[in-house]
């Protein structure tokens, strides 16, 4: 008689360690499920302004999401390897999918808050400044000129509310820049003109010291000028 003899120890033996690797199987797989959940929820409660803040680690975490749409591993698969490949290549993905998740969870918390903070500062900081050079603004400046620095901080305020910190790194940033050319502008403007107010003021008082009067006070050459 030919073929090879199988005694039934080692056919138990082999039921049972397939049975016991179905159920390990079975584990990964609704721990895959949990995680699969929680990275759901956490991407459905982030805000489109924290989404594009840390695009990076949501589309990583929306790509692992594709990637492990399908289980690795079949529980009624009638070969043990078969059974220890799904295992090992669920685990992989738990350890992947667990450390994603850490990343993400990481840049929506901590990193956001230290974000938000810093933009919080870095806004009132501009709001005060262009608070403290908006009457000097009007002095030399059009309505319509100094109304979008009102504009700016309106939009920058939005871009703050809607967590939008990257958005808002590039829109801030600019404005600042802006406004510091803005602002030495008007200040060297104004400084000349406070210079021909003292010459005009020396000048008429040594008028008046030799007897001149003065017909009516100075103007502008235009209206809008100062």
Known sequence: MSGVKVS???????TALRVERQRELQICQQQMGGLRTRLHEMLAATSAGLQRTFAAQVAESQNWLEQ??????????????SLEAGIAQERANIA????????????????????????????????????????????WRKPEEVEQWTNAITNLKRLFGDQAYRDMEVVLSLAISNFASEVN???VLEAKHQKRLYLLDALQRVCRSMGFKEIQPPTSERPEQR
Do not use: C
């Not at 492990?68 to 390897?81: C, E, M, R, V």
């Open 185 to 187: 502008e008007v200040e």
């Open 8 to 14: 039934n120890y080692e056919l138990e033996r082999e």
């Open 68 to 81: 492990t749409n399908i289980p690795a591993g079949n529980i009624d698969a009638g070969s043990l390897s």
């Open 96 to 139: 992947r999918g667990e450390a994603i998740m850490h990343k993400l969870s990481d840049a929506l918390n901590e990193q956001a808050d230290a974000m938000g903070r810093e933009f919080a500062n870095r806004l009132a900081t501009f709001e005060s400044a262009w608070y403290a050079r908006r009457e000097l603004l009007q002095q």
